[in-house]
């Protein structure tokens, strides 16, 4: 069993395609999978497209499809095999979520280890 990491709201982390690209992402439990802007997911080259997810939206009452695609992502010098959705996050402060997926059985989330990090890149 692995020990639980306690990660901020934003830690620096890696996402692994063909190439390497290093960004910030948010890390929120309330995500239940894992997603990557389309801009960083084509510099990392990311792909194929493995199928398509439905994602909803409780506050518009809405749903999306979004393209999933198998990735690598390293947290704290762990890399994880997982699966991430792709969507236009252009408009949000962070180009990656990182969500239960990621963080079931391997991470604490503390709001007080990296907040000033937060609230400065969150404007």
Known sequence: ??????????????????????????????????????????????????????????SLKSETRRPVVKAKIQILNRIFDTEVNIQDRSHMSFPVIVGRNILRGNFIIDPYKNHKLYKKMKK
Do not use: C
């Open 1 to 58: 069993m692995n020990k639980k990491e306690i990660v901020g709201l934003v830690e620096k982390i890696k996402i692994i395609g063909q190439k390497e690209i290093e960004t910030y992402a948010l890390f929120d439990s309330g995500a239940r999978s894992t997603s990557v802007d389309t801009r960083l997911a084509a510099k990392a080259r990311l792909g194929p497209i493995i199928k398509t997810t439905r994602i909803k939206n409780p």
